[in-house]
């Protein structure tokens, strides 16, 4: 069975289990806001040796898309949580999970926003912010979050030995994540914004969470970022060092001065190769040394 034949296979057969997703299917390609994609440093993945495509991702109200990718043999994989930048389960987050797959991970990106509308199709981030991004609660991530570490348990992934990593959007909640699951081994955060003020969808951000690490979290950032002030990174080096919880005290945050946010998203004018392919070598070498 092919993986979108599995995928509808999965679904419930009776449309009102499904009201609570407008989106119930992954699209093709590239968010239309990150138009137009540089050709030239855009890496893709191949497919061989993997099993890659969609699932379907079971939770309390329905059933989530998310892009799986693992290797095509074998089974007991290490499991790694891919979240999502602001524009959605998109092309380079899917070659993401296949990237890590390669490596011999069960990669899961699931789309976080399906409640709330589809980013893929804005032509303008403001748009995506205000129309999508802003009505998505805490809350509900975490839970399909835990959904997906659920479905990989049941689906060859070893839950046991699970890791986060995410961007933007992603990265921030990858702090939250780690300091929600007590079962989570590691995570790797790509400049996610560290504080904000409180909403009742983002009640907390990741400074205020400083102290409740579960395990220890690896901070991508970069020094050029204008959305993430350095003097926020360094609070959070602070709050980190000052935490009573060990996972916090091991937790880091690496700096690379000359690159902008955005720096490891290959098909943007923000990619900056060599800090983007020496933090996924400090990624890979953080989850190896906490056993993923």
């Known amino acids: 069975m092919n993986d979108r034949a599995e995928f509808d296979s999965l679904m419930p057969a009776h449309p009102l289990d499904r009201r609570g997703f407008l989106v119930t299917a992954l699209g093709a390609g590239f968010a239309l806001a990150t138009?137009?994609?540089?050709?030239?440093s855009t890496i893709n993945t191949p497919v061989d040796g993997l099993n890659a495509g969609e699932v379907a991702i079971p939770t309390a109200d329905g059933r989530m898309p998310a892009y799986r990718a693992q290797p095509a043999q074998g089974g007991n994989f290490r499991v790694i949580l891919v979240v999502q930048e602001i524009f959605g389960v998109h092309e380079h987050i899917k070659d993401v999970c296949r990237r890590?797959?390669?490596?011999?991970?069960?990669?899961?990106?699931?789309?976080?926003y399906a409640r709330q509308g589809d980013p893929?199709?804005?032509?303008?981030?403001?748009?995506?912010?205000?129309k999508v991004v802003s009505k998505v609660p805490d809350a509900q991530v975490l839970a399909d979050l835990d959904a997906c570490v659920a479905w990989a348990g049941a689906n060859g992934g070893d839950s046991a030995r699970l890791g986060i990593t995410g961007f933007c959007w992603g990265g921030r909640i990858t702090w939250l994540y780690v300091a929600h699951n007590p079962g989570i081994k590691a995570g790797v955060a790509w400049y996610g914004r560290l504080t904000s003020p409180a909403s009742e969808m983002?009640?907390?951000?990741?400074?205020?969470?400083?102290?409740?690490?579960?395990?220890?979290?690896l901070g991508l950032y970069g020094g050029q970022?204008?959305?993430?002030?350095?003097?926020?990174?360094?609070?959070m080096r602070k709050a980190l060092a000052e935490a009573p919880a060990p996972a916090s005290r091991m937790s880091s945050i690496h700096v690379?001065?000359?690159?902008?946010?955005a720096f490891h998203a290959d098909y943007r004018p923000s990619y900056?190769?060599?800090?983007?392919?020496?933090?996924?070598?400090?990624?890979?070498?953080?989850?190896?040394?906490?056993?993923?």
């Open 256 to 261: 690379y001065a000359d690159a902008p946010h």
């Open 202 to 217: 983002t009640p907390k951000h990741p400074i205020d969470l400083a102290s409740d690490l579960k395990a220890p979290v």
């Open 225 to 235: 970022d204008q959305g993430i002030p350095q003097d926020s990174v360094e609070k």
């Open 35 to 40: 138009q137009p994609v540089s050709a030239q």
């Open 120 to 130: 893929r199709q804005y032509t303008a981030i403001p748009d995506i912010l205000a």
């Open 100 to 112: 890590l797959a390669k490596l011999g991970y069960q990669a899961i990106a699931p789309e976080l």
């Open 272 to 292: 900056r190769k060599d800090a983007a392919e020496d933090g996924w070598r400090r990624m890979q070498e953080w989850f190896k040394a906490r056993g993923l």
